[in-house]
T-cell receptor, first 114, second 111 residues
Framework: NAGVMQNPRHLVRRRGQEARLRCSPMKGHSHVYWYRQLPEEGLKFMVYLQKENIIDESGMPKERFSAEFPKEGPSILRIQQVVRGDSAAYFC????????????FGPGTRLTVL | GENVEQHPSTLSVQEGDSAVIKCTYSDSASNYFPWYKQELGKRPQLIIDIRSNVGEKKDQRIAVTLNKTAKHFSLHITETQPEDSAVYFCAAIFNAGKSTFGDGTTLTVKP
């Protein structure tokens, strides 16, 4: 049973470009969470999604950031017009359901904005 | 919203000693409290968790206690080993929703 997968593992973008980060949850998991981690800092919640629904996006910046979790395929975190301050590690986690809500993390995508 | 405070931010112990990390939370509705270990450059890994209907849980050298009245929970590691050195994060979660993490504790176990 493969764990949570994220790709790419490393992503370099120039200011103004778009970044697309992908997350495939563990098999059978229908809940996905995205977090941002700056160097030597904690994990900051961004968004919580279930298939085809955004449940809680209170941690998402109001502009440039969006997330989706379609019926088929991975969850996508999209950052438009990236700025240097977007450089961070982005982790996704998945859980089975609301009762079995242990979150298992992917390896992260390290975004560098030049 | 929920606010989680974690102390200490750094902790250094001698191999074989015990380590204790404490977290307090603000939202009494939070009902799930996991602890994660993160090694440098790696993903956070769940090491133990506790739900609000339980006061204590133990797994070998690791234990977690929860005081709902005081709204705090603690991680206890006994007989520490150098491989326990890592950053530890606590979190408070309500019904599988938004997760609020503490700022982390860097644990160093000296051989």
């Amino acid at each position: 049973n493969a764990g949570v997968m994220q790709n790419p593992r490393h992503l370099v973008r120039r200011r103004g470009q778009e970044a697309r980060l992908r997350c495939s949850p563990m098999k059978g998991h229908s809940h996905v969470y995205w977090y941002r981690q700056l160097p030597e800092e904690g994990l900051k919640f961004m968004v919580y999604l279930q298939k085809e629904n955004i449940i809680d996006e209170s941690g998402m910046p109001k502009e440039r950031f969006s997330a989706e979790f379609p019926k088929e395929g991975p969850s996508i975190l999209r950052i438009q017009q990236v700025v240097r301050g977007d450089s961070a590690a982005y982790f996704c986690a998945s859980s089975l359901d609301r009762v079995k809500n242990e979150q298992f993390f992917g390896p992260g995508t390290r975004l560098t904005v030049l | 919203g929920e606010n989680v405070e974690q102390h200490p931010s750094t902790l250094s112990v001698q191999e074989g000693d015990s380590a204790v990390i404490k977290c307090t939370y603000s939202d009494s509705a939070s009902n799930y409290f996991p602890w994660y270990k993160q090694e440098l450059g790696k993903r956070p890994q769940l090491i133990i968790d506790i739900r609000s209907n339980v006061g204590e849980k133990k797994d070998q050298r690791i234990a977690v206690t929860l005081n709902k009245t005081a709204k705090h929970f603690s991680l206890h590691i006994t007989e520490t080993q150098p491989e326990d050195s890592a950053v530890y994060f606590c979190a408070a979660i309500f019904n599988a929703g938004k997760s609020t993490f503490g700022d982390g504790t860097t644990l160093t176990v000296k051989p």
